[in-house]
T-cell receptor
Framework: QKEVEQNSGPLSVPEGAIASLNCTYS??????FFWYRQYSGKSPELIMS????GDKEDGRFTAQLNKASQYVSLLIRDSQPSDSATYLC??????????FGSGTRLLVRP | ETGVTQTPRHLVMGMTNKKSLKCEQH?????MYWYKQSAKKPLELMFV???????ENNSVPSRFSPECPNSSHLFLHLHTLQPEDSALYLC????????????FGPGTRLLVL
């Protein structure tokens, strides 16, 4: 089992819809969780971090963490074509480094 | 522009060349990282430096040689690379190497001929 699993996509949603991106992980000791966005040919940029169970909202983005079920998700409300990118889930599996998933490609159709 | 800069942004080199990638962070962080990102593969951690000391070498071939002269600068020296080393090389930094938020530079797109 991979340490961090994401559906590669593409996930296609119409403009204005809610995009839901999911990530599961194997190490129950993971404490820190991150969502990064990466446009084609660019470097990853941090969207959100989450450390506690529950929801964390920042503008159109909501991160959800459920440690018991070992998943973290990212919801994007009112999706825009500019949100089209690859979204990387990353976590800290009880060590000093981050482990990244392979990413989910999101396509927002105008 | 982010607080992490990388030069050059693009590099083409032959298998017998020697080149260096440079990374500089202006965030006052103490940890710096090198990652490799190949097409359709997850980010691969290569090296971690925490307070100028190397704390992780993720089974990287010796043709990649890192150098961290201080907490703000990180180099990756390249020699006798192979075509499969062609990739995007990303530098990142964080406050400390403790699973904290990492901030990435723009990357160096490397092509080995």
């Amino acid at each position: 089992q991979k340490e961090v699993e994401q559906n590669s996509g593409p996930l296609s949603v119409p403009e204005g819809a809610i995009a839901s991106l999911n990530c599961t992980y194997s190490d129950r000791g993971s404490q820190s969780f991150f969502w990064y966005r990466q446009y084609s040919g660019k470097s990853p940029e941090l969207i959100m971090s989450i450390y506690s169970n529950g929801d964390k909202e920042d503008g159109r983005f909501t991160a959800q963490l459920n440690k018991a079920s070992q998943y973290v998700s990212l919801l994007i409300r009112d999706s825009q074509p500019s949100d089209s990118a690859t979204y990387l889930c990353a976590l800290n599996p009880s060590s000093y480094k981050l482990i990244f998933g392979s990413g989910t490609r999101l396509l927002v159709r105008p | 522009e982010t607080g992490v800069t990388q030069t050059p942004r693009h590099l083409v080199m032959g298998m017998t060349n020697k080149k260096s990638l440079k990374c500089e962070q202006h965030l006052g962080h103490n940890a710096m990282y090198w990652y490799k990102q190949s097409a359709k593969k997850p980010l691969e951690l290569m090296f971690v430096y925490n307070f100028k000391e190397q704390t992780e070498n993720n089974s990287v071939p010796s043709r990649f040689s890192p150098e961290c002269p201080n907490s703000s600068h990180l180099f990756l020296h390249l020699h006798t690379l192979q075509p499969e080393d062609s990739a995007l090389y990303l530098c990142a930094s964080s406050q400390e190497a403790a699973g904290e938020t990492q901030y990435f530079g723009p990357g160096t797109r490397l092509l080995v001929l």
